[in-house]
């Protein structure tokens, strides 16, 4: 039924179905197999069933439900509280590894901030202890994003089980939310202990548990916030947009990177909606007005206390009921953002899916059902009209059509003799107490592969077919391996090996955003020896997408497997397909038709059988055969679990050779009539079957006259033939390092290029930002007569430097990670080193990043109103475009180093962490104790801050701050900042960017963490 369901309505296949042999053939549409069914007596009476309404009456009691959900409100709170429990047990690993990088953290902190060097003598003073706990509120405030991760990946479970009526939205928030508390609890005691004594705040207990409660609410309203997000944005890129966003406007906005007197009064709203900002008056007026700053340092400046006028000049409230409108805030804030969740959870639906592209083809058909019009508009399903209809004739009958190759190739054959390969014992035997150091996969296995000559690979699930085909196309990355590999007579060689074979990998690797065309291109452009030029190539690869039948679906994006662009059956064929432009004469395919329906798998079996037919040599694993598909093969390599073969030989006729053999076996049962034979063969040789029978198929095998006709085969073809010679490769790829490099670049150019919601979203979030700073610090630039103007632009510096910075390392870090897994495919294909690969993925990120400069720095440097002289506008580009740069490179460096870019995310993390305390803005260099002072000197931020404050205000000596001093002393006496070392900052700055970029091409070439 599923057969027909797909081929009988097919304009493709339908014509080899239509039975009355005296009429001409036409097509039937869907349509009118519609109407015929409900002219039929079965659609007649289930039309006049279903006339009749349903009376309820005739219910059972019993399946009447009176409530909405099947247990108490209770009942369903209990039950969620201990899911959300065990679940928080189970992902204990996330837990620890946060309190552990709490402690990193504070450590870093702690000894940054250290009291024996914190004073208490001036206004600048103060302006390290609100560093000091900025850096407390955000390190809380950043610890709750991984909340918004958490929460996506529950969702499409949470959703399911909502329309399921499993539990109401409340029952599955509340339990999430409450469990957390005690977390933050946890956590901001850590922080709390670890550091408020040591960075020197006020002793008095009862300011150390205010401060402690605050941290505990920040940290409350932090997840909180995220997980809201969560539930508003579904899913992981539109959140993390939200979220960047979120954080962004809390921080400006929360009253330490800018006065409130200076902004406009046009934000203001943000200022007094900003959590941050309540938590930060809060906090700040518990320590201020605190014993320690309670004392007037210059009577005839002001009469107020050391502590008042650190708030006065950093615009905030003096009042100390601030502490506990602080509290009050955050408290609502907490309550309003978890009821909002609720609310959310409550609303909104998943956002939809994906859908798998259509082609042309599949469009018209679906039209033609639709409607009913017989359109010609293809003759496309006109060459299926001659089909032979024995068994065989099925599979490959429909092409009758010559598929001329119109690039010669030679035919090898391939013998392998007593193969061995064994891997290091995993530890999880060695636990079971085996002792062996190894552990053997294959145990000797012999065979021959010739052209023009379908051979099966067959054999139970984790029989070892992989990884025999591994060994022989030498795609192991690890283990060892014994015997002789032979092509044509002369000893396999590795480094050249993939320029005459092909291997279709079980999994369908490709970019995701190149379309089907360009991945045929780019693979012959790679694979196809120099020689050919690209007019040959361009016609080699129409007849093979004609071939493989993906034509129609060219300009087809490529796609995310289980997501969006092609489908399982398509992908499949494209995997074939790649290979098969590569003109290989050998071809390795792992489970082609595994996953297809029928009538896709017969498309692929006819592809391949075409392949076999120009004489190429092919060997194909499969699972459970249609008998159609099993007859298509010519010759079997059976084998059984460990690793061994049990038959190795030729079909024959409705598989007559393989049934005889078995069948002479003793006690072997026979085959009933019309029984897939590959089905039987299976059953009949398990090792259950070897227990009842009490031999060893392998033995059986080894005994036989066929293993010695196999050896002799083996030896023959394991001589070369006289007059040959050996293949032989002047080089390992078929293009020049150049050429590669170019072929690398186009296709990241075409990958880039089409993947906007990658390259447009991050220019649209760079704009924006641009637009929010720009407007927050309008015409703030050309201010210079207080510290905190100073103040405010550095700010407006630092925010930007490490939002877009960290925005940049963190969306590229998906990106490299898919492109990754595609390599280690075309790398182990031969189609181009690691260098060209590496060098393309980082040349193909500076026009973005520059584009990305460009914008950004146009707008905020004309909205902030920096001096517009051609050298500090120069300097700005300069050091944005570098910045944007390194932390970019620095990105793909980390998920080149790493097996995946989740791991990468969590080890970048840390590091924006600690490069945020370094880079100068929380506190100057000259403040930091010596012992850390080096590592001011390697954190990349703090090299652009530099940068952009020298290059900006190092040099003015005109204008002096509100005591007198000049710009340029301050600068430098503060900051540590010289204008005359601009040059020496500025190779900083571009050596970093050049660092990160070679370490990564170095990771890329060195590090391989594909296991197989
Ligand atoms: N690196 C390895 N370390 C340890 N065991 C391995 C390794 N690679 C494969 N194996 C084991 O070797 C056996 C053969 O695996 P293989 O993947 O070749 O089977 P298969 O015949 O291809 O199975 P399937 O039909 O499921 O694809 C399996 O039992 C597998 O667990
Ligand atoms: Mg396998």
Redesign the pocket.
């Known amino acids: 039924m599923f057969l027909l369901n797909w081929q009988v309505t097919s304009r493709k296949d339908q014509h080899q179905y239509w039975c009355r042999r005296d009429e001409p053939y036409r097509y039937i549409s869907v349509n009118d197999f519609s109407d015929a069914f409900k002219e039929f007596h079965v659609g007649r009476n289930l039309g006049s069933e279903l006339r009749v309404p349903f009376d309820r009456s005739r219910n059972h009691p019993a399946a009447l439900t009176t409530s909405k959900y099947g247990i108490s409100k209770m009942e369903l709170i209990k039950a969620c509280f201990s899911r959300e429990w065990l679940l928080m047990k189970r992902n204990s690993f996330v837990y620890i590894f946060k309190v552990l990088q709490l402690i990193i953290l504070g450590t870093i902190g702690m000894t940054v901030f250290l009291r024996t060097k914190m004073h208490r003598r001036s206004v600048e003073d103060g302006a390290i202890f609100l560093g000091a706990m900025f850096l407390g509120l955000v390190t809380h405030l950043f610890n709750g994003f991984a909340e918004l991760a958490m929460s996506i990946a529950k969702l499409p479970i949470f959703y399911k089980q909502r329309d399921l009526l499993f539990y109401p939205s409340w029952a599955y928030a509340l339990p999430t939310w409450l469990l957390k508390i005690p977390i933050s609890f946890l956590e901001c005691a850590v922080w709390i202990c670890m550091t408020y004594y040591v960075m020197g705040f006020d002793p008095n207990v009862e300011r150390f548990f205010r401060h402690y409660l605050l941290l505990v609410l920040i940290s409350q309203m932090a997840s909180g916030l995220f997980r809201l997000l969560a539930a508003l944005g579904r899913e992981m890129v539109v959140a993390d947009t939200f979220g960047s966003f979120a954080q962004l406007v809390l921080l400006v906005l929360g009253g330490f990177l800018i006065a409130r007197d200076n902004i406009k009064k046009w934000w203001i709203w943000g200022y007094w909606s900003s959590p941050l900002m309540y938590a930060q008056n809060a906090i700040a007026v518990n320590e201020f007005l605190g014993h320690s700053w309670n004392k007037v340092v210059d009577p005839t400046q002001s009469n107020d206390t050391l502590g008042v006028q650190v708030l006065k000049l950093r615009g905030i409230f003096v009042d100390a009921n601030w502490y506990w409108i602080g509290v009050g805030a955050l408290l609502g804030y907490i309550m309003l953002f978890n009821i909002l969740f609720i609310l959310f959870l409550d609303w909104l639906d998943p956002l939809g899916k994906g859908q798998a592209v259509v082609s042309e083809e599949e469009l018209r058909e679906k039209h033609v059902n639709r409607t009913g019009e017989n359109v010609e508009l293809l003759a496309l399903g006109t060459d299926a009209q001659n089909s032979p209809s024995d068994g065989r004739g099925e599979i490959i009958g429909a092409e009758t059509r010559k598929r001329g190759m119109v690039l010669p190739f030679t035919p090898l054959s391939i013998t392998f003799d007593n193969i061995r390969y064994s891997?290091d014992m995993?530890q999880e035997m060695k636990e079971k107490g085996i002792t062996e150091d190894r552990?053997l996969?294959l145990k000797g296995v012999s065979g021959a592969f010739r052209p023009g000559v379908l051979t099966a690979l067959m054999?139970?699930?984790?029989?070892?077919?992989?990884?025999?085909m591994?060994v022989l196309a030498g795609r192991k990355t690890?283990?060892y391996i014994e015997g002789d590999i032979s092509i044509s007579g002369y000893p396999k060689k590795q480094e050249t090996f993939a320029r005459i074979a092909g291997y279709c990998e079980?999994n369908d690797i490709h970019s995701p955003h190149v379309t089907v065309y360009e991945s045929l291109l780019y693979s012959a452009w790679l694979r196809l020896p120099s020689e050919v030029d690209s007019e040959a190539r361009k016609m080699f690869v129409e007849e093979v997408m004609e071939l493989v039948e993906l034509t129609s679906l060219r300009g087809a994006l490529v796609g995310l497997p289980g997501v969006n662009g092609l489908s399982t059956e398509q992908r499949k064929r494209l995997t074939i397909a790649v290979e098969l432009v590569a003109n290989p004469s050998i071809i390795f395919m792992?489970?082609p038709t595994s996953g297809l329906d029928a009538r896709a798998a017969a498309i692929v079996m006819r592809t391949v059988r075409n392949t076999v037919d120009t004489g190429r040599t092919v060997v194909c694993?499969i699972?459970q055969p249609s008998i159609d598909i099993f007859e298509a093969f010519d010759e079997l390599f059976l084998?059984k679990?460990g690793?061994e073969e049990i038959y190795v030989g030729p079909l024959g006729h409705n598989s007559c050779h393989l049934i005889d053999y078995f069948e002479g076996i003793q006690g072997v049962r026979k085959i009933k009539d019309g029984y897939n034979p590959a089905t039987w063969m299976l059953e009949v040789t398990t090792l259950a079957q070897e227990d009842i029978l009490g031999i060893n198929f392998a033995e059986v095998y080894k005994n036989s006259d066929l293993y010695q006709r196999n050896k002799a085969l083996i030896s023959e073809l394991s001589t070369p033939p006289p007059g040959s010679k050996d293949l032989h490769f002047p080089t390992q790829f078929s293009q020049s390092f150049f050429t590669q490099c170019m072929a690398c670049l186009w296709k990241q150019h075409k990958s880039y290029w089409r993947n906007p919601s990658y390259t447009a979203t991050r220019i649209f979030f760079t704009t924006v930002i641009a637009l929010i700073f720009g407007t927050i610090f309008l015409n703030l630039g050309k201010k210079i007569n207080k510290r905190q103007d100073l103040f405010n632009s550095l700010g407006s510096m630092y925010a930007a430097v490490l939002f877009i910075g960290i925005q940049n390392g963190q969306t590229v870090q998906p990106i490299v990670d898919v492109e990754r897994t595609v390599f280690y495919r075309e790398k182990a294909a031969g189609m181009y080193s690691a260098l060209p690969y590496a060098f393309a993925q980082v040349l193909i990120e500076i026009p973005h990043i520059f584009l990305q400069t460009v914008v950004y720095g146009l707008i905020v440097y004309s909205l902030i109103g920096f001096d517009w002289t051609a050298a500090k506008f120069f300097w700005y580009m300069f050091f944005m475009f570098f910045t944007f740069m390194y932390f970019t490179f620095y990105g793909m460096m980390a998920v080149a180093m790493t097996p995946n870019s989740d791991i990468a995310a969590i080890v970048s993390t840390a590091f924006y962490c600690i490069w945020n305390i370094f880079a100068g803005f929380l506190i100057p260099r000259p403040r930091i104790p010596i012992w850390w002072r080096w590592y001011s000197w390697a954190c990349p931020v703090a090299w652009t801050l530099y940068g952009l404050v020298a290059s900006q205000y190092g040099d003015i000596t005109y204008a002096t701050l509100e005591d007198g001093e000049v710009v340029q002393d301050y600068i430098r006496r503060y900051f540590g900042f010289r204008h005359d070392y601009l040059g020496y900052v500025a190779t900083a700055v571009v050596g970093f960017a050049v660092l990160f970029a070679f370490v990564f091409a170095f990771s890329i070439k060195v590090f391989n963490f594909q296991?197989?």
Request: glycine share 22%; no cysteine; charged share 25%.
């Open positions: 891997v995993p552990l996969l054999g139970v699930s984790g029989a070892g077919k992989t990884t025999l591994d690890g283990g079980q792992d489970e694993t699972h084998m679990r690793g296991r197989r």
